[in-house]
C-alpha cells in the first residue's frame, strides 16, 4: 500500500476532523452502557459493552475480530495484518468501568452521558472507553482515506481491569502466538496534570484481599452479652490500627523487601514538576496537613512508595438510627500498592503473619485474595518507541512530555513483558484530575481531539520503524 511522506496525515487528520460530531456521539453511545465488572449485577452491561467493541472494531475495518472467552468477562481480539514487512504494534484498552456509587454525588446520572464546558461526564469517559475509542477511531480513519493502516495492528480490549484483571495473565499467556507484536501501546493510563504534558514510564503493582474477623457464630445483643462477648468491629480495628506507624508508612516486617530503587530520571521529573503540595490538598477537599510535605515527599509517596490501603469496612449495622448488636463478624477490603522488585504473594504472605500475629485471642481470621496480584512496572528509558510517543506529544501539546511514575496499577506491563517479550508505551489522553474512581468522572473533549491527531502521527511514524520481527 502506498503511504504519503512522513508528517502527510492531511487526509486522515481531515476525516477525523469532518466527522468529529458523530465520533463524540458514538463515545456517548458507549458511555451509556452500564458495564461494572466488579458487580455481577451489571453483567448484561458487560455483554453489551464486549459486542459494542467487538462491531466498531469491525465497522473500522478490522478484517478478524474476535471475542474471546477469558474464564472471567470476555475480551476482544482484532487484527490487521495487511501490510506485509511493516512493524506489529498490539493496541490495549478495557471496556469495563468502576461502580458508579455513591449516586447521590452524581451532578447528572453516571450512565447518562452529559457535556459541559468541552468536557464529558460520565462514568467510563475517562478510564477507559474514551481513550479506547481514539485508536478505533484512527484505524477507521486510515482505512476509509487509505483503504488500510500503513503498519499491522492487533487490538486486545479487556472486560475486568477495574477489578484486578484476574484473567488477563493467562488468557495472554494462551493466546500469545496470535497477539505477537513488536510493541505494545496502551490506550490506557493517563496524563499526570492537565497543564503539563506527561509520559507514564512506570506504574505501581496491585495485591487486592479482603480481611475478616469472625466472633460469635450470630448476632448479639449488646445488652445480654455486651464485655464478654467477642466484638469483631473491636479486634478488626485494632489490628488494621497496626499495620501502619505514625507518619501513616506501612509497619508490617518483610512488607518491602527486594525493593529496588527507582529511575533516577523520574526524581529528576518530581523536583521539575512545580507541583504544590498545598494545592493538592486543596483539590481533595482535605485539610491541610501540619507539617506540609513538600513536593519530592509528596510525589515520592504517591508514585515510588508501596502502600497498604483501606478501601471499605463493614459490619453489624449501619443504617439509619440504632440497632443494639455485638455483630457476628466485620471485615475490610484491602489493597496494597507495589513498586519494582516487590513479588504480590511475598507481599501477601507478610501480611498475613502480621495480621495472624496481632489478632487478639478469640476470634477467627480469615484472609480472602482477589486474583494473584500483578507486580510493579517499569520501562526502559532507551526504548526507541518512547522517544517517538514524546516527539509526538510535544508536536500535538507544544511542550516536552516529562518521564513520571504513575501511583497507580494497569498491571500490562508486566504481563505482556513475561508472556510476548514486547515493551509497553502508555499513549492515553486522559488526565488524573478527571475523577474516573469517583462520582463526576469526565473527559476533555479537547483531549480526545488531540488524542485522535497523536495516534494518527503515531501509527504514521511507528511505520516508519523498518520490518517487524514479531507478529504479523
Known sequence: ?????????????????????????????FCRIESVSTDPAYRAGITAAADFVADRLTRAGFPSV????????????????????????????HYDVQPP???????????????????????????????LMVPILVAEAFSRTRGGLPLNVKMFVEGEEESGSPQLSPTVARLKDRLAADLV??????????????????????????????????DLHS?????????????????????????????VE???????????????????????????????GAPLPDPLPSTEELLTRQWLEPTLEFNGISGGYSGAGMKTVIPSSASAKITCRLVAGQEPGAVRQA?????????????????????????????DPDEPALAITEDILEEVLGARPLRVAMGATIPIGAVFKQHLGAPLVFFSFSTA???????????????FRNGLIAWARLFDRLAETGAGARGC
Open 351 to 379: 501480611i498475613e503473619r502480621h495480621l495472624t500475629a496481632a489478632m487478639p485471642t478469640g476470634f477467627e481470621l480469615t484472609i480472602a485474595g482477589h486474583g494473584p496480584g500483578s507486580a510493579a512496572f517499569a520501562l
Open 433 to 447: 484530575d478527571e475523577d474516573y474512581h469517583a462520582p463526576n468522572e469526565f473527559f476533555r473533549l479537547a483531549s
Open 185 to 218: 501501546v496502551s490506550a490506557d493510563g493517563a496524563m499526570w496534570r492537565a497543564d503539563l504534558p506527561s509520559v507514564t514510564v512506570a506504574s505501581r503493582g496491585l495485591l487486592a484481599f479482603d480481611v475478616t474477623v469472625g466472633g460469635a457464630g450470630k
Open 66 to 93: 474476535e471475542i474471546v472467552p477469558t474464564g472471567g468477562h470476555p475480551a476482544i481480539v482484532a487484527e490487521w495484518c495487511e501490510t506485509p514487512g511493516a512493524p506489529t504494534i498490539l493496541v490495549y484498552g
Open 254 to 284: 518483610g512488607f518491602a523487601d527486594n525493593t529496588t530503587p527507582p529511575d533516577p530520571a523520574i526524581l529528576d521529573a518530581i523536583r521539575a514538576s512545580d507541583f504544590d503540595p498545598a494545592g493538592y490538598y486543596r483539590s481533595i
Open 223 to 251: 445488652g445480654r452479652h455486651g464485655g464478654s462477648a467477642p466484638n469483631p468491629v473491636r479486634a478488626l480495628v485494632t489490628v488494621l490500627a497496626s499495620l501502619h506507624d505514625e507518619t501513616g508508612r506501612v509497619a
Open 101 to 131: 456509587d455513591p449516586l447521590e454525588k452524581w451532578k447528572t446520572p453516571p450512565f447518562e452521558p452529559d457535556i459541559r464546558d468541552d468536557r464529558l461526564y460520565a462514568r467510563g469517559a475517562s478510564d477507559d472507553k474514551g481513550p
Open 1 to 29: 500500500m502506498s503511504r504519503p511522506a512522513r508528517g502527510e496525515i492531511g487526509d486522515v487528520k481531515a476525516w477525523l476532523e469532518s466527522h468529529a460530531e458523530a465520533m463524540v456521539e458514538e463515545l456517548k453511545a
